[in-house]
T-cell receptor
Framework: QKEVEQDPGPLSVPEGAIVSLNCTYSNSAFQYFMWYRQYSRKGPELLMY????GNKEDGRFTAQVDKSSKYISLFIRDSQPSDSATYLCAMILIIQGAQKLVFGQGTRLTINP | DGGITQSPKYLFRKEGQNVTLSCEQNLNHDAMYWYRQDPGQGLRLIYYSQIVNDFQKGDIAEGYSVSREKKESFPLTVTSAQKNPTAFYLC???????????????FGPGTRLTVT
């Protein structure tokens, strides 16, 4: 079983729809939760990160963490074609003073005009 | 412009040859990382370095080697011992990697390596 599970999709929705992307994890030692966006043939870029359970909003993006269920989500409101990318969830473990980032498989998202 | 550069963008090699991927950063970051990305598997950590002249194995270090002689450079060598070297390789850096502070990892544009 992978430490972090993410549905690889692909997910295709019409422009303007609300998108929900999800990850589950098995290791309760994960302390920080992140969402990266990766455009085709590019490196990932950090979208949002959060530490505690609850919601964090940034513009059209909302990150949600439920530590009791070991479940995180990213919601995109009013989705745009420019949101088409692969979205990777990532979680941080602290091991012997070093931060280790563990990624989900990534979900490929397409927003259709 | 500050950032991370990786070269080349595309690399082709014959099986049995070693190949070195370049990663340079001018962000003055202490920590640097190498990841491998395969379709449907996300990113997996190959090696990381917290300071110059020191590095540690990640989850899939077999068949790879690194060096960290300068703060700004962290080259990765894919050796002939790596059984499935064809992949997208990403280099990243962060201010440092020590707890309790969490620092963002900045990624380079990646190198796509094809071995035939």
């Amino acid at each position: 079983q992978k430490e972090v599970e993410q549905d690889p999709g692909p997910l295709s929705v019409p422009e303007g729809a609300i998108v929900s992307l999800n990850c589950t994890y098995s290791n309760s030692a994960f302390q920080y939760f992140m969402w990266y966006r990766q455009y085709s043939r590019k490196g990932p870029e950090l979208l949002m990160y959060t530490y505690s359970s609850g919601n964090k909003e940034d513009g059209r993006f909302t990150a949600q963490v439920d530590k009791s269920s070991k479940y995180i989500s990213l919601f995109i409101r009013d989705s745009q074609p420019s949101d088409s990318a692969t979205y990777l969830c990532a979680m941080i473990l602290i091991i012997q003073g070093a931060q280790k980032l563990v990624f989900g498989q990534g979900t490929r998202l397409t927003i259709n005009p | 412009d500050g950032g991370i550069t990786q070269s080349p963008k595309y690399l082709f090699r014959k099986e049995g040859q070693n190949v070195t991927l370049s990663c340079e950063q001018n962000l003055n970051h202490d920590a640097m990382y190498w990841y491998r990305q395969d379709p449907g598997q996300g990113l997996r950590l190959i090696y990381y370095s917290q300071i110059v002249n020191d590095f540690q194995k990640g989850d899939i270090a077999e068949g790879y080697s690194v060096s960290r002689e300068k703060k700004e450079s962290f080259p990765l060598t894919v050796t002939s011992a790596q059984k499935n070297p064809t992949a997208f390789y990403l280099c990243a850096s962060s201010i440092d990697s020590k707890s309790p502070w969490v620092y963002e990892q900045y990624f380079g544009p990646g190198t796509r390596l094809t071995v035939t």
